[in-house]
């Protein structure tokens, strides 16, 4: 099987630090795996990807940058060239440029499509590309019933919404952690205003 998969960026945040260990399965079970973002040959990641037998094209298709729409006929060839079963999409910038690649594709076979929802994404005509794909892949309970809410689909087949956790590297993220004094004063001189105070301390994907 070759799976394809899009993506703006290969920055070190959840959902790009996935691609790695999907990766290295795909290529163990002997399927191939093809990865296409913007991310240039000498980024570590793409590296440890190519080391590991995944192969990698660098397409500018940055995230809500219109000028990613100049990529659409080089994914297009990319699509002809390899042919895949299924191409997974991970980011709404890139589900647009496929979208408008496969329109004049010429390929034996059309392949199955996947988008992921990592967030609450506003559900509109942005959003709509990663929505028109054989099955969105959400990472919870609760982005799948704001999904369906937003779409008004409470009745939508339950193949075409599939809810996959995201799991935590507890050694990254251990419980129960304890800032360091560095990180304490740091952010104590940044907002004077929190010390002496009780903080919550809620982990989130940078923008």
Do not use: C
Not at 11 to 30: C, P, T
Not at 115 to 132: H, R
Not at 140 to 164: A, F, H, M, N, W
Not at 166 to 193: C, K, M, Q
Request: cysteine-free.
């Amino acid at each position: 099987m070759k799976v394809m998969r899009l993506l703006s960026s290969l920055k070190h945040d959840e959902s790009e630090r996935g691609i790695f260990h999907l990766g290295r399965a795909l290529v163990k079970n002997e399927h191939t795996s093809i990865i296409v973002s913007s991310a240039d040959e000498d980024n570590d990641l793409v590296r440890r990807l190519k080391r590991d037998g995944n192969i990698y094209h660098q397409l500018h298709v940055n995230k809500k940058s219109w000028l990613s729409l100049l990529q659409v006929s080089a994914l297009r060839h990319l699509i002809e060239k390899y042919e895949p079963d299924v191409i997974h999409v991970h980011s709404r910038t890139p589900a647009w440029i496929l979208h408008l690649a496969l329109r004049r594709a010429r390929v034996r076979r059309f392949p199955k499509l996947v988008s992921t929802m990592y967030g609450f994404y506003p559900i509109n005509k942005y959003s709509q590309a990663l929505l028109n794909v054989d099955t969105i892949i959400t990472v919870s309970d609760s982005v799948t019933q704001y999904l369906k809410k937003g779409l008004r689909i409470e009745d939508v087949d339950p193949k075409v919404i599939t809810r996959i956790y995201r799991g935590i590297d507890t050694r990254r993220y251990p419980y129960r952690h304890n800032p360091s004094v560095y990180w304490l004063r740091h952010t104590f001189a940044e907002y004077p205003e929190l010390e002496h105070k009780k903080m919550a301390r809620i982990p989130n994907r940078h923008r």
